[in-house]
């Protein structure tokens, strides 16, 4: 029986995407798409989003592609443009949800420390999640299990009570890997779909 709830937050309940500040820097598609997919990339992202210090982490990343140095000093100061809006339908969404059965609604991310508290103040959203484990703060990335674990012994959750919702399927796999139930994020009318299978009694 599910018991607790736990979201993703990129890409589940906000938009991010560098592309929204690098397409305007750099007036070129092609170039935006190369600093992207080659400089500022996932991997590298990641780097923060497990506690390393933007502050360090641009500077390795600029003596490795000078030619970038700016944009990569950007992408520390200027962080927050890379973010957009709420995903449509997530807020009304979780308010149903705590008043049909899941009062306590818990978050999982891959975030850095020095940026999710600007977020987390700038979105309504947030409000409704009520206990959060993110990876900059604890050092722990998903999909690796530690971090499953660390939110199940933070909040005392059995992992066959619990499911988890995220828009990467590795880190789905993740989950599962650990003994929670987990689901794909394919946007808000399919994970109503997916709710109502997994928790027939639920009214959304």
Same mark, same amino acid.
């Given at each position: 029986?599910?018991?607790?709830?736990?979201?993703?937050?990129?890409?589940?309940?906000?938009?991010?995407?560098?592309?929204?500040?690098?397409?305007?820097?750099?007036?070129?598609?092609?170039?935006?798409?190369?600093?992207?997919?080659?400089?500022?990339? &996932?991997? =590298?992202?990641?780097?923060?989003?497990?506690?390393?210090?933007?502050?360090?982490?641009?500077?390795?990343?600029?003596?490795?592609?000078?030619?970038?140095?700016? %944009?990569?000093?950007?992408?520390?100061?200027? =962080?927050?443009?890379?973010?957009?809006?709420?995903?449509?339908?997530?807020?009304?969404?979780?308010?149903?949800?705590?008043?049909?059965?899941?009062?306590?609604?818990?978050?999982?991310?891959? =975030? &850095? %420390?020095?940026?999710?508290?600007?977020?987390?103040?700038?979105?309504?959203?947030?409000?409704?999640?009520?206990?959060?484990?993110? &990876?900059?703060?604890?050092?722990?990335?998903?999909?690796?299990?530690?971090?499953?674990?660390?939110?199940?012994?933070?909040?005392?959750?059995?992992?066959?009570? &619990?499911?988890?919702?995220?828009?990467?399927?590795?880190?789905?796999?993740?989950?599962? %890997?650990?003994?929670?139930? %987990?689901?794909?994020?394919?946007?808000?009318?399919?994970?109503?779909?997916?709710?109502?299978?997994?928790?027939?009694?639920?009214?959304?």
């Amino acid at each position: 029986m599910i018991k607790n709830i736990i979201f993703d937050f990129g890409g589940v309940l906000v938009d991010w995407n560098p592309h929204y500040l690098f397409d305007k820097y750099f007036d070129d598609i092609n170039e935006a798409d190369y600093f992207v997919e080659n400089v500022c990339n &996932s991997e =590298w992202n990641a780097e923060m989003d497990g506690g390393k210090p933007f502050e360090q982490a641009v500077r390795e990343r600029s003596a490795m592609f000078p030619k970038y140095a700016e %944009a990569l000093k950007l992408y520390q100061t200027n =962080w927050m443009d890379t973010m957009g809006e709420e995903i449509p339908g997530m807020y009304d969404l979780i308010k149903s949800l705590k008043a049909n059965g899941f009062p306590v609604i818990y978050g999982l991310t891959n =975030w &850095s %420390a020095e940026t999710f508290p600007t977020v987390q103040k700038t979105y309504r959203i947030f409000s409704l999640i009520d206990n959060i484990v993110v &990876s900059g703060e604890v050092k722990q990335l998903k999909p690796n299990p530690e971090i499953f674990h660390t939110l199940l012994n933070k909040y005392n959750l059995k992992a066959e009570e &619990s499911l988890f919702i995220d828009d990467n399927l590795k880190n789905v796999e993740g989950a599962k %890997a650990v003994g929670i139930n %987990a689901i794909v994020f394919e946007g808000v009318e399919k994970l109503k779909e997916d709710l109502k299978v997994l928790i027939p009694s639920l009214v959304l």
